[in-house]
């Protein structure tokens, strides 16, 4: 049982520090565009909203297909 209750614990460790890593990733990112947007370099911003529309459709995309082959 010991042997469990550490392997576990190993898990929920990374998967805090995977998360921690992310979230840090996001408000960096989400700095990056206030930086560019106050010093008016509005490509780079329409840029990072052109990807994150990208990714949203290629999400739904993914959604739609895996409903029609009827893997959902």
């Given at each position: 049982?010991?042997?469990?209750?550490?392997?576990?614990?190993?898990?929920?460790?990374?998967?805090?520090?995977?998360?921690?890593?992310?979230?840090?990733?996001?408000?960096?990112?989400?700095?990056?565009?206030?930086?560019?947007f106050a010093?008016?370099?509005?490509?780079?911003?329409?840029?990072?909203?052109?990807?994150?529309?990208?990714?949203?459709?290629?999400?739904?995309?993914?959604?739609?297909w895996?409903?029609?082959?009827?893997?959902?």
């Open positions: 049982m010991d042997d469990l209750v550490a392997s576990g614990i190993a898990v929920l460790l990374s998967l805090l520090a995977v998360a921690a890593i992310l979230i840090a990733g996001i408000v960096y990112v989400i700095l990056l565009e206030l930086h560019a010093n008016g370099d509005y490509l780079f911003v329409l840029g990072s909203i052109g990807v994150l529309f990208l990714l949203c459709v290629g999400y739904a995309g993914t959604g739609l895996l409903r029609r082959t009827g893997r959902i």
